[in-house]
């Protein structure tokens, strides 16, 4: 064999050596690819009663979205009889959304049609996200504002002047983890009131498990309470900052009835005890021991649902207490409201 002809075999045997490898490439590739469409797939249809749940999750879902999120902290005086809840300003948010078998992403913005004239200086930024399986709810909340206005008081003897009632210089960050799991999954879907890419065909409830995490910081220039209602409150509720970590488990009831196959109604109440502690300081730093305190969630929904349409209202709400002193303690809360209206694509 001459040099050209062992050029030409070497090039030969090279490039059928490339083909080849590429093609166990591809097809371990298409091999990973189908293991995880596998199990995705077991994820979605595992175990389900038919009777109950029909999936969509092979259909490409789209929706519009409205979401008016939220977030407060209310402190309460038992002894005197008094509170005060604030709230910051609230804004309209609209977007779209897509879901396809696991996944499911929305985006919104916000229309700014809060009342900005009321505040010359106010920030926020408020993430709120969750993932849904079969039988597991997953959420995260990071949240942040600066400007709160007082929402309503009561017990004050003394009125509190408008301008009291607006505080730019309150900011709260709030982090927050929650973790749920459905014990009757079979019957019961998590999925088809919240993220749509399955339908509740016949009425149904679960127990729910669950756990949480939350961090909540509070700083004002000074006191909250303003000088028109320190006789009503305890002084230690005259606070210009406020640290908690809160830990929790919570034990429920969820459920959905179902009206002529498609409209439907879910209700929830899940009630937990949790263990926090921090400091906050009025005139001086004080410190909270660990205790236990209550919380409560809720998870609600209210629309239509079928094949190829879905349209309703859905509401979850999150809000835990602590106590800073005997008869005084601190609400603090946040949840979003949504509509939304859509369409499924695909003929299967």
């Given at each position: 064999m001459?040099f050209?002809?062992r050029?030409?075999?070497?090039?030969?045997?090279?490039f059928?050596l490339i083909l080849?490898?590429?093609e166990?490439?591809?097809?371990q590739a298409d091999s990973?690819?189908k293991?995880i469409?596998n199990?995705g797939d077991y994820?979605?249809y595992?175990?389900h009663?038919?009777?109950?749940?029909?999936n969509?999750?092979?259909?490409?879902?789209?929706?519009l979205?409205?979401v008016?999120?939220?977030?407060?902290?209310?402190i309460?005086d038992?002894?005197?009889?008094?509170r005060?809840?604030y709230?910051?300003?609230?804004?309209?948010?609209?977007?779209?959304?897509v879901?396809?078998?696991w996944?499911?992403?929305d985006?919104?913005?916000?229309?700014?049609l809060?009342?900005?004239s009321?505040?010359?200086?106010?920030?926020s930024?408020d993430?709120?996200g969750s993932?849904y399986s079969?039988?597991q709810?997953?959420?995260?909340?990071i949240?942040?504002?600066?400007?709160?206005?007082m929402?309503n008081y009561?017990g004050?003897?003394e009125p509190?002047n408008e301008s009291?009632e607006r505080r730019?210089?309150?900011?709260?960050?709030?982090?927050?983890?929650q973790?749920?799991?459905?014990f009757?999954?079979t019957k019961?879907?998590?999925?088809?009131?919240f993220v749509f890419?399955?339908v509740q065909?016949?009425?149904a409830?679960?127990?729910i498990l669950?756990?949480s995490?939350?961090?909540?910081?509070?700083?004002?220039?000074?006191?909250?309470?303003p000088?028109?209602?320190?006789?009503?409150f305890?002084p230690?509720?005259?606070?210009?900052d406020?640290n908690?970590l809160?830990?929790s488990v919570?034990?429920g009831?969820?459920?959905?009835f179902v009206?002529?196959r498609?409209?439907?109604?879910?209700l929830s109440i899940i009630?937990?005890?949790?263990?926090n502690g921090g400091d906050?300081?009025t005139?001086a730093?004080?410190y909270?021991?660990?205790?236990f305190?209550?919380?409560?969630n809720t998870m609600?929904?209210?629309?239509y649902?079928?094949?190829?349409?879905?349209?309703?209202f859905?509401?979850?709400?999150?809000?835990?207490?602590?106590?800073?002193g005997?008869?005084?303690?601190?609400?603090i809360?946040?949840?979003?409201?949504?509509?939304?209206?859509?369409y499924?694509?695909?003929?299967?």
């Open positions: 001459n050209k002809h050029i030409t075999f070497l090039l030969f045997s090279f059928t080849t490898s590429n166990v490439n591809s097809q990973l690819f293991k469409e199990f994820l979605l595992r175990n009663d038919t009777t109950y749940i029909s969509y999750g092979n259909k490409v879902a789209v929706k979205v409205a008016n999120k939220y977030n407060y902290f209310r309460r038992r002894i005197n009889n008094t005060l809840h709230r910051p300003v609230r804004d309209v948010s609209l977007g779209v959304g879901s396809y078998k996944f499911a992403l985006i919104t913005f916000a229309l700014g809060q009342n900005n009321e505040f010359e200086n106010t920030r930024f993430f709120q993932m079969s039988k709810f997953i959420s995260g909340t949240q942040y504002y600066q400007a709160y206005k929402a009561s004050v003897s509190i009291s730019e210089d309150i900011r709260t960050i709030n982090f927050g983890l973790y749920m799991y459905a009757n999954y019961f879907s998590f999925k088809a009131p890419n399955e065909r016949k009425s409830g679960s127990p669950g756990a995490f939350n961090m909540f910081v509070m700083d004002a220039d000074s006191s909250i309470v000088p028109e209602a320190y006789a009503s305890d230690l509720l005259h606070m210009r406020l908690l809160s830990l919570s034990l009831y969820m459920y959905t009206y002529k498609h409209f439907f109604l879910t009630p937990g005890l949790n263990i906050f300081f005139d730093r004080n909270m021991s660990p205790a305190n209550f919380k409560i609600n929904a209210i629309g649902n079928s094949k190829k349409y879905f349209v309703g859905n509401l979850l709400a999150d809000s835990f207490y602590s106590r800073l005997k008869k005084l303690s601190v609400e809360g946040h949840g979003k409201f949504s509509f939304f209206v859509g499924r694509f695909g003929r299967k």
